[in-house]
Nanobody, 121 residues
Framework: QVQLVESGGGLVQPGGSLRLSCAAAGSIFRVNAMGWYRQGPGKQRELVASISSGGTTNYADAVKGRFTISRDNAKNTVYLQMNSLNPEDAAVYYC???????????????WGQGTQVTVSS
C-alpha cells in the first residue's frame, strides 16, 4: 500500500508564502506523476500543478509565476512553493500521486488527506 502524507498548510497573510510537502510512504515500487489539487469552499477540486517523474511541470493559469512544484525522487516527495498568496488561493490542498506498490506492481492514483491553506489578514 501507498500513503501520501502532507504537511505545510496554515494561515498566511495576503502576499505571503507557504511551502507544502507531500511524502509517499509505504511499500513503494515506483512513483510516477505527482501533483497538487485544491478545493475551495463551494468549488470543485481543481488541478494546481503537476510534475512528471522526469521533472516536466504543468501549472494552472491562476498560479503560473507564483507557485513552483518540485520533487525529490529519492525521497518520493513533492513540494509546492506558493508565493504572493491571495485570498483566492485559500482552499484545502490535496496531494495526488500515481504510484505502484511492491506487492502488486500495478499503478494506482492515490490522494493525501488534504491540508488547509488560509489567506487572510
Amino acid at each position: 500500500q501507498v500513503q501520501l502524507v502532507e504537511s505545510g498548510g496554515g494561515l498566511v497573510q495576503p502576499g505571503g508564502s507557504l511551502r507544502l510537502s507531500c511524502a509517499a510512504a509505504g511499500s513503494i515500487f515506483r512513483v510516477n506523476a505527482m501533483g497538487w489539487y485544491r478545493q475551495g469552499p463551494g468549488k470543485q477540486r481543481e488541478l494546481v500543478a503537476s510534475i512528471s517523474s522526469g521533472g516536466t511541470t504543468n501549472y494552472a493559469d491562476a498560479v503560473k509565476g507564483r507557485f513552483t512544484i518540485s520533487r525529490d525522487n529519492a525521497k518520493n516527495t513533492v513540494y509546492l512553493q506558493m508565493n504572493s498568496l491571495n485570498p483566492e488561493d485559500a482552499a484545502v490542498y490535496y496531494c495526488q500521486a500515481n504510484a505502484a506498490s511492491r506487492s502488486s506492481g500495478i499503478e494506482y492514483g492515490y490522494w493525501g488527506q488534504g491540508t488547509q491553506v488560509t489567506v487572510s489578514s
